[in-house]
């Protein structure tokens, strides 16, 4: 029997294996782990306010629906976004900042690991997509990042 934890941002009680599957840990839905940690920035004096989505609505949902919905590195349906490859402040509109090659779906967990390591994940990122481009088909993002090591001789790209 699974055990019960409190959400940290509403303190109603969820069941931690639910929470724990759908990548929440102690929330009870991607929103409030979201509001949750808006909270703390605030406390902490780092908040700043999210920009203005600029992205293109219609390719956000051609994104979501060309990887079905899914986070491209583990496969989770939960707490779903939209990542350009390309930061919005390096591409513009123009040069195709919201067409459907430099946009991928990633649950919040692997969004927050790609803003952390750009040098990393970024060339990872074009590859994976120049793949999906030319094979016509989804290729893992783990899957091209293993690729890319084995080429570089490296654990670290």
């Known amino acids: 029997m699974?055990?019960?934890?409190?959400?940290?941002?509403?303190?109603?009680?969820?069941?931690k294996d639910e929470a724990l599957h759908a990548g929440l840990?102690?929330?009870?839905d991607p929103y409030h782990a979201n509001l949750y940690a808006d909270r703390i920035r605030l406390k902490q004096g780092d908040y700043k306010a999210p920009a203005p989505r600029k992205t293109d609505v219609r390719s956000h949902a051609k994104c979501l629906k060309r990887d079905n919905s899914r986070c491209r590195v583990c496969g989770s349906s939960q707490a779903l976004h939209v990542h350009h490859i390309l930061y919005r402040s390096e591409i513009?509109?123009?040069?195709?900042?919201?067409?459907?090659?430099?946009l991928i779906t990633l649950c919040m967990m692997h969004h927050d690991m790609m803003h952390s390591d750009k040098k990393l994940w970024q060339p990872v990122l074009k590859e994976t997509a120049r793949l999906c481009e030319e094979e016509g088909k989804m290729v893992?993002?783990?899957t091209v990042?293993?690729?890319?090591?084995?080429q570089h001789g490296s654990t670290k790209i």
């Open 2 to 15: 699974s055990s019960k934890v409190k959400c940290a941002y509403c303190k109603n009680f969820i069941l």
């Open 25 to 28: 840990q102690n929330f009870c």
């Open 92 to 102: 513009s509109v123009e040069d195709g900042r919201d067409e459907l090659w430099n």
């Open 140 to 142: 893992p993002v783990m």
């Open 145 to 150: 990042k293993k690729r890319m090591e084995r």
